[in-house]
């Protein structure tokens, strides 16, 4: 049985030994969860700001189902997506299913409710500020939105790093759409729950320090973006 | 869209008489002041022709049409300040008119010289005093060149001097040819821009008259007590 210690000292050696197998399931990883947060921040941040300014009959239910749908579980999100996906499924037939990109998709549909409600929540108070003086410049809809989300551009970080983290650190999801296959579809997250149930913990604590370091430098980057940003722009 | 002629406006949000009958005319060009205590629906007035109300009642007749469309600008006692560099946030008055973005550049230097904001180009508009944020809003709204424009207190929290400044650049957007109302509580600035007075008190327009005689000679007992600070807060007309 290894010590705490030895665990965390094998688990540094990977590291620095720059593991191959560390290293593919991190890039992957990456590429996984940077895809879906981008097509997030392109759904999510306009649909967020839609919500924020529109005018239409039940905007308050669906502004309430949008936060509601922050907390939904990765592996409801998963097994949707595999009903879609899988053979029988309405999208069956473009073979998709445990692959990148089925991972992809099934962490785009987590990070778009909560990124589109934290826009909704940061564009709508500037809303209530710049709607008179954008309505008598005669600003169309969509014109608005854009220059709103321009405007909160800095406050939007937080909703993309909230995305970035939901999507990095979710394992039901991408477990189910993407089987955990080796050299396929591993991520960090599944790499790791098959690695303790394996009792490999040196290279689940190694993904896992990744994991930490990986969210901390991102949020670290933003933060000082925004301080910038601030310092800059008021 | 001259003459503007407005037939009883009403304004009513809950019940209650916000504009209770105005009744005005505005021709084609000068400085019309509107006066008058606070509550006495002149930013509601000013809101309601520039499309931001939709009055319970009554007309505005546009030069014999019902709506102005375009040619409206306002600019408010707080103005909007994205936060962006000073150019954009001038040049953004233009998007809406479909401007490619190098011409919306050119044009709001060209205005930016003319309030005097051109070494600021770049600077971060939040970043303006409060009398240099007046002249970038009223920039906006030149660069549009509206027909009408409405000024809704702009030097409220300014100081003398970019209180003047801020004088200035009204009376040339106003020799540009475009029709200013605006309303404020500075007797002095009504007197030292002002073509005409429109005093308004509990919604309605007690008095329209050349800013000379508004002052020298005033028609209603209330504007007299408001000349002389003397009009009562909350009074039941």
């Given amino acids: ?234 | 869209m001259f003459p503007i002629r407005i037939r009883d406006l009403r304004f009513r949000p809950n019940g209650r008489p916000v504009l209770d009958g105005v009744d005005l005319d505005l021709g084609d060009e000068g400085i019309t002041m509107v006066l008058g205590p606070n509550g006495a629906g002149k930013s509601v007035l000013l809101r309601t022709l520039c499309g931001l109300i939709t009055p319970s009642e009554g007309t505005i007749d546009w030069g014999g049409t019902a709506r102005s469309g375009v040619g409206v600008m306002m600019v408010f006692q707080h103005p909007m300040m994205l936060r962006a560099s000073v150019l954009q946030n001038v040049a953004i008055a233009l998007k809406p008119h479909r401007v490619a973005r190098r011409e919306r550049h050119l044009r709001a230097e060209a205005v930016l010289e003319r309030v005097g904001l051109a070494g600021r180009r770049a600077d971060s508009a939040r970043h303006l005093s409060g009398g240099e944020q007046q002249r970038l809003a009223l920039a906006r709204a030149w660069l549009t060149k509206p027909r009408l424009l409405l000024l809704d207190e702009p030097t409220a929290s300014l100081d003398p001097s970019a209180t003047a400044e801020v004088e200035r650049i009204v009376r040339e957007i106003r020799t540009d040819g475009t029709r200013i109302l605006m309303a404020t509580h500075n007797l002095g600035q009504a007197t030292r821009l002002g073509d005409d007075v429109v005093f308004m008190s509990a919604g309605k327009v007690r008095e329209h008259a050349p800013v000379r005689r508004f002052f020298s000679r005033p028609a209603s007992e209330e504007a007299r007590l408001f000349i002389q600070g003397e009009l009562p807060w909350r009074m039941n007309f």
């Fill in chain 1, 1 to 234: 049985m290894p010590t705490f210690s030895s665990t965390f000292s094998e688990a540094f050696s990977l590291l620095a030994t720059f593991d191959r197998v560390v290293a593919e399931i991190v890039l992957l990883s990456l590429q996984v969860s940077g895809s879906a947060v981008v097509l997030g921040t392109l759904i999510g941040l306009p649909l967020g700001a839609c919500l924020a300014i529109g005018r239409f009959p039940g905007k308050d239910a669906a502004a309430v189902v949008m936060n509601g749908l922050m907390g939904l579980p990765a592996v409801v999100v998963g097994v949707v997506v595999y009903l879609l996906l899988s053979r029988s499924g309405p999208f069956g037939d473009f073979g998709l299913l445990y692959t990148p990109t089925a991972m992809v998709i099934a962490q785009t549909l987590l990070v778009v409710p909560l990124m589109a409600a934290i826009a909704r929540q940061v564009v709508e108070d500037v809303w209530q500020r710049y709607a008179e003086e954008l309505q008598v410049m005669r600003f169309t809809w969509w014109q608005s939105v854009t220059t709103l989300l321009y405007d909160c551009r800095h406050s939007l970080m937080v909703a993309v790093l909230a995305g970035l983290g939901r999507a990095m650190s979710e394992v039901g999801a991408v477990m189910i759409v993407g089987g955990n296959i080796d050299r396929a579809t591993r991520v960090m997250t599944t790499a790791i729950a098959l690695e303790t149930s394996k009792g490999d913990l040196p290279l689940a604590i190694a993904l896992g320090i990744v994991l930490i370091v990986v969210i901390l430098v991102l949020n670290a980057g933003a933060f000082a973006m925004r301080a910038w940003a601030m310092r800059r722009y008021g």
